[in-house]
T-cell receptor, first 115, second 114 residues
C-alpha cells in the first residue's frame, strides 16, 4: 500500500541547533504539504509545494524555517536555529495533482523536542 | 471567529452507542470537507470526505453536510473502544487544484466506554 514516508520519527535537540526533516510523498502525488501540530491543536499548514514550486508559504517562519523540493519528489524541512517553541509534531502530507477534492494523506510524522 | 470550529468535547459514549461529532466552518466558498481520525501519538488518518449536501455513508461512519448552515458532522454507529481517538474536521477553503488548502479544527476527543 502506498504511504508517505518521513524521517526521523523522533528528534531531540537543544535550542539554537539545526534540525532537518525528510518526506517522500506517495508516488505520483505532485502536491506536498508540511504541517506543524502542537499538542491539543489541529495541524497548521507551514508550506505547500506543487511539484518543485512553492504554492503557499505564508505561515512559514522564514527567519528560521526553510523548505525545499528540488526535484519535485521528496522534500526537506529545516529549522535553524531551533527554539523551545518549535517542539511539536511535524507532519508531511501529499495529494493528487489538480484532481479530486484535495484528499490529503499523512505520513507518520516527526516528533520534535527542543530542550 | 476561527475558520473551522469543533467546540463540543471531549465526548464519552458507551460501547454500541452512536457518537455524533460536529463541526462548523466560516467560509461559504468551501467545497469539500474531511474527517480525520488521530490516535494518540500518531498522525491523522483520512476516514471520510463529503462535498455534496446530505449524507454519505461508509460502513459504521456517516458524514452529513449542510452548506446552508455551514455545518458538517460525523456519526459513528455501534461505537467500539477502538474508535477512541481524536477526530479532526478539515475544510477545503480555497477550491480545487494547486490552490487547494485544508484548514483543520482543533479536534474532538472521543472515548468509547466498554
Amino acid at each position: 500500500e502506498a504511504e508517505v514516508a518521513q524521517s526521523p520519527r523522533y528528534k531531540i535537540t537543544e535550542k539554537s541547533q539545526a534540525v532537518a526533516f525528510w518526506c517522500d510523498p506517495i508516488s505520483g502525488h505532485a502536491t506536498l504539504y508540511w504541517y506543524r501540530q502542537i499538542l491539543g491543536q489541529g495541524p497548521e499548514l507551514l508550506v505547500q509545494f506543487q511539484d518543485e514550486s512553492v504554492v503557499d508559504d505564508s505561515q512559514l517562519p522564514k527567519d528560521r524555517f526553510s523548505a525545499e523540493r528540488l526535484k519535485g519528489v521528496d522534500s526537506t524541512l529545516k529549522i535553524q536555529p531551533a527554539e523551545l517553541g518549535d517542539s511539536a509534531m511535524y507532519l508531511c502530507a501529499s495529494s493528487l495533482p489538480l484532481a479530486g477534492y484535495n484528499e490529503q494523506f499523512f505520513g507518520p510524522g516527526t516528533r520534535l523536542t527542543v530542550l | 471567529q476561527k475558520e473551522v470550529e469543533q467546540n463540543s468535547g471531549p465526548l464519552s459514549v458507551p460501547e454500541g452507542a452512536i457518537a455524533s461529532l460536529n463541526c462548523t466552518y466560516s467560509d461559504r466558498g468551501s467545497q469539500s470537507f474531511f474527517w480525520y481520525r488521530q490516535y494518540s501519538g500518531k498522525s491523522p488518518e483520512l476516514i471520510m470526505f463529503i462535498y455534496s449536501n446530505g449524507d454519505k455513508e461508509d460502513g459504521r461512519f456517516t458524514a452529513q453536510l449542510n452548506k446552508a448552515s455551514q455545518y458538517v458532522s460525523l456519526l459513528i454507529r455501534d461505537s467500539q473502544p477502538s474508535d477512541s481517538a481524536t477526530y479532526l474536521c478539515a475544510v477545503n477553503i480555497k477550491g480545487t487544484g494547486a490552490n487547494s488548502k485544508l484548514t483543520f479544527g482543533k479536534g474532538i476527543t472521543l472515548s468509547v466506554r466498554p
